[in-house]
Structures are given as structure tokens and as C-alpha cells.
């Protein structure tokens, strides 16, 4: 069993690390997650070339939304994968959640600039927050489905509130 996300890894994981398995390589947000500073804004920054490629394939905002479902489980994998080789639950290196999460919201906001930066303050707001009842699932659940889980929900607040906002902007 892997330890808290306060915890410290058993190594500095670098890029070595993250092409060892395509596990670490996707749960380090193709390595965003490497970023000294602020790893989960990275992530969640991911999330917006992803997004414009998706769009460019066709795909729809209800194709995208509903490709979050297997990049989900997908994550859940990677990350416990990932998790266990750094010894480390939830290391904030870890950001696959985020781009995750990340891609549900923008399939929801109105598409414009000035409604994805707004979904993406939403989102960063409360990923980093974590009010109730993320904050309660990001202490209890653990491994993989727990890094993945308090992001979706962290989502899902986003996106009531954009829907709220989307009526003024």
C-alpha cells in the first residue's frame, strides 16, 4: 500500500522514469507532471491541446465528454500503477486526474476564450480548494480510483457553477 500525497517518493521520478512504462509516462500528463512548480496547473493545461484536437478529429463536446469515461478508468490504472512504483498515493507529479477532469469541464463550457479560461479557473479553484465533499474523498479514498475521483467531482462542481455563469457571458 502506497502512503499519503504528502509524502516524499522513494526517488526523484525525471524522464527516464516516466518512459519506463506508458503508465508513468500518461499519469505525468505526458510530462507536465515534471514541472518544478505548480505540476497540477500544468495538467490541467494539457487538457486544452487535447481538447482542440479532439475538436479538429469531429468529435463533438458529448463525444468528448463521453471519452472522459475511458480515459477515466484508464487513469485509475496509470495512476495506481504509478503511485505504487513512487511509493506514494496521490505525488503531485500525478496529474492524469487533472487533465481528465480538465477535458469533462471544457466539454460543458461555452466555446470561447473567455469561457475556457473561466472553466479552467472553475476547475483549478476547486481542485486546489477541495471543498466538501471532494475534500472528504480525496482523504478516504485511496490508490488510483481516489486520484481520479476527487478530480471529477472537483469537475463536476466546475461545471454547475459554469452553468450558472454561462447565462451572463
Same mark, same amino acid.
Given at each position: 500500500?502506497?502512503?499519503?500525497?504528502?509524502?516524499?517518493?522513494?526517488?526523484?521520478?525525471?524522464?527516464?522514469?516516466?518512459?519506463?512504462?506508458?503508465?508513468?509516462?500518461?499519469?505525468?500528463?505526458?510530462?507536465?507532471?515534471?514541472?518544478?512548480?505548480?505540476?497540477?496547473?500544468?495538467?490541467?493545461?494539457?487538457?486544452?491541446?487535447?481538447?482542440?484536437?479532439?475538436?479538429?478529429?469531429?468529435?463533438?463536446?458529448?463525444?468528448?465528454?463521453?471519452?472522459?469515461?475511458?480515459?477515466?478508468?484508464?487513469?485509475?490504472?496509470?495512476?495506481?500503477?504509478?503511485?505504487?512504483? !513512487? %511509493? +506514494?498515493?496521490?505525488?503531485?507529479? &500525478?496529474?492524469?486526474?487533472?487533465?481528465? /477532469?480538465?477535458?469533462? *469541464? $471544457? =466539454?460543458?463550457?461555452?466555446?470561447?476564450?473567455?469561457?475556457?479560461?473561466?472553466?479552467?479557473?472553475?476547475?483549478?479553484?476547486?481542485?486546489?480548494?477541495?471543498?466538501?465533499?471532494?475534500?472528504?474523498?480525496?482523504?478516504?479514498?485511496?490508490?488510483? !480510483? %481516489? +486520484?481520479?475521483?476527487?478530480?471529477? &467531482?472537483?469537475?463536476?462542481?466546475?461545471? /454547475?457553477?459554469?452553468? *450558472? $455563469? =454561462?447565462?451572463?457571458?
Amino acid at each position: 500500500m502506497t502512503t499519503s500525497h504528502k509524502a516524499k517518493p522513494a526517488f526523484k521520478p525525471d524522464w527516464a522514469f516516466l518512459l519506463r512504462r506508458p503508465a508513468h509516462l500518461l499519469a505525468f500528463g505526458f510530462g507536465s507532471g515534471l514541472a518544478p512548480k505548480a505540476p497540477g496547473t500544468w495538467g490541467t493545461l494539457v487538457a486544452y491541446p487535447l481538447f482542440a484536437l479532439c475538436l479538429a478529429a469531429g468529435m463533438s463536446a458529448t463525444v468528448i465528454a463521453v471519452l472522459c469515461l475511458p480515459l477515466f478508468v484508464l487513469g485509475v490504472w496509470a495512476c495506481q500503477v504509478t503511485g505504487d512504483a !513512487l %511509493g +506514494v498515493h496521490d505525488y503531485g507529479g &500525478i496529474v492524469w486526474d487533472e487533465v481528465v /477532469a480538465m477535458l469533462l *469541464v $471544457l =466539454a460543458f463550457a461555452p466555446a470561447t476564450p473567455l469561457g475556457w479560461l473561466i472553466a479552467f479557473a472553475l476547475f483549478r479553484f476547486f481542485d486546489i480548494i477541495k471543498p466538501w465533499p471532494i475534500g472528504w474523498f480525496d482523504r478516504r479514498v485511496h490508490g488510483g !480510483l %481516489g +486520484v481520479m475521483l476527487d478530480d471529477v &467531482i472537483a469537475a463536476l462542481f466546475a461545471m /454547475a457553477v459554469q452553468a *450558472v $455563469l =454561462a447565462k451572463w457571458y
